[in-house]
């Protein structure tokens, strides 16, 4: 999604701001190939998305990489 001065816009409503999700996420790996492999609950990325009010469009930024708050690290 496009970022202008700090603000996410939905690449299909240029004028529409997207929203955070209210918790991050998680992307989990897939161990083996796509056809046979199983997911792996203990490893991936954790993700922030942002909606599109309008259209439902989805995208996301690895959450460490942000400059968002850090709240969500007590879980183990
Ligand atoms: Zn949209």
Redesign the pocket.
């Known amino acids: 999604m496009p970022i202008k001065d700090g603000k996410r816009y ?4 240029p004028n ?1 701001r997207m929203n955070r999700t209210g918790t991050l996420k998680a992307l989990a790996n897939v161990e083996g190939n796509a056809m046979e492999g199983t997911i792996s609950p203990n490893s991936g990325l954790v993700v922030m998305p942002f909606v ?1 009010e ?4 989805l995208e996301m930024y690895v959450a460490d990489k942000t400059q968002q708050d850090k709240t969500q690290q007590d879980k183990k």
């Open positions: 939905c690449i299909n409503h529409a599109c309008e259209c439902g469009y």
